[in-house]
């Protein structure tokens, strides 16, 4: 499955920027289908089989956590993947949390946390999340806060499920994390988003592979639209701030680094 994933994903990131090109054109002249995130499981796509189709679930832990906010973020990512790749990119959303205990999280390749608060894993919990890491999975933290708290906690709870891992940045200078940027879209580093949202990302190792991704910088928010996109906005009103030229645009670019973010994470 997970081998599969992959070949797909770099056919489809070796063509993504004339798909970009042919979305761009489309919006120009017809109206994209509005997606308010609601109604996706009522649509004949997403009612087929899971099997080879790209799934990220949301998690659900045990302790205080506001795990489900922003619930339009993973599915207007979705969306904009859908519309870029003139709907060829396999996926299917299923937006409900995950629970970090039993048998279910072995089924998903990529699982997502976010959340303002500070958080820690159960024992239990830490021992799945071993299994999980042996497995293949990888985990993709996004600190709803931006450095707040919930950042805080990350290095203590990797370290319970991998002693010993060292925190790295992923610096678009560095050779092993370079690609971050050049992957799907050529950046020339992080969106230029207010100083507080433009921390380095961070990477920590399971077994010598790049298990956990560290977002310090609330993509999530960014991700999240207050009105739908249409022909003349296709990345939809920005949810948390005024949608101005200047915010859009960055929007675009945190759109951009998050997809190159997703298939690192289902390449590596």
């Not at 499981?41 to 205080?64: H, I, L, M, N």
């Not at 610096?171 to 992957?183: C, T």
Request: glycine fraction near 6%; charge should be neutral; proline fraction near 7%.
């Amino acid at each position: 499955m997970r081998i599969l994933i992959t070949i797909t994903i770099f056919v489809f990131a070796a063509g993504i920027t004339q798909a970009e090109e042919n979305w761009l054109q489309k919006a120009a002249n017809k109206t994209i289908v509005k997606f308010d995130g609601k109604n996706i499981t009522s649509q004949d796509d997403y009612k087929k089989d899971r099997r080879g189709k790209v799934v990220v679930r949301r998690v659900k832990p045990e302790c205080k956590s506001d795990w489900n906010n922003d619930p339009t973020a993973l599915p207007y990512l979705f969306y904009q993947l859908r519309e870029r790749t003139q709907g060829k990119f396999p996926v299917y959303l299923d937006n409900e949390g995950i629970s970090l205990l039993g048998d279910e999280i072995f089924d998903y390749p990529i699982i997502y946390f976010t959340s303002h608060f500070p958080f820690q894993f159960t024992d239990e919990e830490v021992k799945n999340l071993k299994k999980y890491f042996a497995r293949g999975g990888t985990f993709l933290f996004d600190d709803c806060v931006g450095t707040g708290p919930f950042m805080d906690s990350v290095p203590s709870n990797v370290q319970r499920i991998a002693p010993g891992t060292e925190m790295k940045l992923m610096l678009k200078e560095s050779k092993e994390f370079s690609i971050l940027f050049d992957l799907v879209y050529k950046l020339e580093g992080l969106p230029p988003l207010k100083e507080q949202y433009m921390q380095p990302f961070q990477c920590a190792f399971f077994n010598g592979r790049p298990a956990f991704l560290i977002c310090p910088n609330d993509y999530g928010c960014n991700w999240e639209v207050a009105s739908p996109p249409t022909a003349l906005n296709p990345l939809g009103n920005a949810a948390h701030a005024d949608s101005t030229p200047t915010v859009q645009k960055s929007r675009e670019l945190v759109y951009q680094l998050s997809i190159n973010w997703l298939f690192y994470a289902l390449t590596h």
